[in-house]
């Protein structure tokens, strides 16, 4: 079992940059699969990008290819995700979570443990 605990949102101008990390407590950290998930008022959750175990393998939502990008660090139980050229719609609270399964998905019920969320907000 982790515990995820997102930080490093905040308030960033359009084209601006950002990195979110994600520090999960528990052992098995590298047993997870990590997904980084973002939520805006009035939306359903939306996936933004996975990474496998071991950090080799990551997939992206088309939204957020070539600009995001997400990494990891099993030796401090850490995920990342690396944010340039902001834009206003990036604009949502941003989850980590994990994922004990083997199949790369996207979809938030697939996903374990969750973080509490950090707000990112782009002005325009």
């Known amino acids: 079992q982790v515990q995820p605990v997102e930080s490093g949102g905040g308030l960033v101008q359009a084209g601006g940059s950002l990195r979110l990390s994600c520090a999960a407590s528990?052992?098995?950290?590298?047993?997870?699969?990590m997904g980084w998930f973002r939520q805006a008022p009035g939306k359903e959750r939306e996936f933004i990008a996975r990474i496998s175990r071991s950090g080799d393998n990551t997939y992206y939502a088309d939204s957020v290819n070539g600009r995001f990008t997400i990494s990891r660090d099993n030796a401090k139980n850490t995920v990342y995700l690396q944010m340039n050229s902001l834009k206003a719609e990036d604009t949502a609270v941003y989850y980590c979570a994990a994922d004990a399964g083997y199949y790369r998905t996207s979809r938030p019920a697939d996903y374990d443990y969750w973080g509490q969320g950090t707000q990112v907000t782009v002005s325009s």
């Open positions: 528990g052992r098995t950290f590298s047993s997870y699969a």
